[in-house]
């Protein structure tokens, strides 16, 4: 999967540092694309986390980085009670990233609804490839244990969902 094109236009109030402030907001914005898409923490049985690090699980790349990027920030937004008239730029980025994950989620539904499958289906974060395809529901997918109530595999499985 790839993001082709993301646009953001981002209101920091009056900025100090415009390149920073850029800056900020593509590395938040792949952060949370990364949070949203690919970045799946698994745990034992008994609770202990399988994926403790970049070496156990998937985190961007340069690769995953949209092919066309364009970030800007939205001129005469100041804020007159704030410290030279900012605004935070931290978080905000991050959870744009979602509209990946929202995209995702539309282009599965839309999937189902050509194989007359019900569009009201369970999807979590993050969007990884695997639970796109179970989502998608072909010959290979169905073969794939549903999720009891608790959020665990069969009683075969080597990590569970909290």
Same mark, same amino acid.
Not at 22 to 40: C, S
Not at 49 to 64: A, V
Not at 123 to 140: H, K, L
């Given at each position: 999967?790839?993001?082709?094109?993301?646009?953001?236009?981002?209101?920091?109030? #009056?900025?100090?540092?415009?390149?920073?402030?850029?800056?900020?907001?593509?590395?938040?914005?792949?952060?949370? /694309?990364?949070?949203?898409?690919? #970045? #799946?923490?698994?745990?034992?049985?008994?609770?202990?986390?399988?994926? *403790? &690090?970049? %070496?156990? /699980?998937?985190?961007?790349?340069?690769?995953?980085?949209?092919?066309?990027?364009?970030?800007?920030?939205?001129? &005469?937004? %100041?804020? @007159?009670?704030?410290?030279?008239?900012? *605004?935070?730029?931290?978080? @905000?980025?991050?959870?744009?990233?979602?509209?990946?994950?929202?995209?995702?989620? !539309?282009?599965?539904?839309?999937?189902?609804?050509? *194989? *007359?499958?019900?569009?009201?289906?369970?999807?979590?974060? @993050?969007?990884?490839?695997?639970?796109?395809?179970?989502?998608?529901? !072909?010959?290979? %997918?169905?073969?794939?244990?549903?999720?009891? #109530? !608790?959020?665990?595999?069969?009683?075969?499985?080597?990590?569970?969902?909290?």
């Amino acid at each position: 999967m790839k993001v082709l094109r993301t646009d953001i236009v981002m209101d920091v109030g #009056e900025s100090l540092n415009p390149a920073i402030d850029i800056g900020q907001i593509e590395g938040a914005f792949v952060q949370g /694309y990364g949070l949203f898409v690919m #970045e #799946e923490l698994l745990h034992s049985r008994e609770g202990h986390l399988l994926t *403790k &690090g970049p %070496s156990m /699980y998937k985190i961007p790349t340069m690769n995953d980085i949209p092919r066309e990027f364009y970030v800007s920030i939205l001129r &005469g937004s %100041s804020n @007159p009670r704030a410290v030279y008239s900012s *605004k935070g730029i931290g978080e @905000p980025p991050l959870t744009l990233a979602t509209s990946v994950f929202f995209a995702i989620r !539309n282009a599965i539904s839309d999937a189902r609804k050509d *194989k *007359k499958l019900s569009i009201d289906f369970r999807f979590d974060s @993050p969007a990884t490839v695997e639970r796109i395809r179970i989502a998608c529901e !072909n010959e290979y %997918s169905v073969r794939q244990p549903s999720l009891s #109530e !608790n959020g665990s595999n069969c009683q075969n499985s080597w990590s569970i969902n909290v």
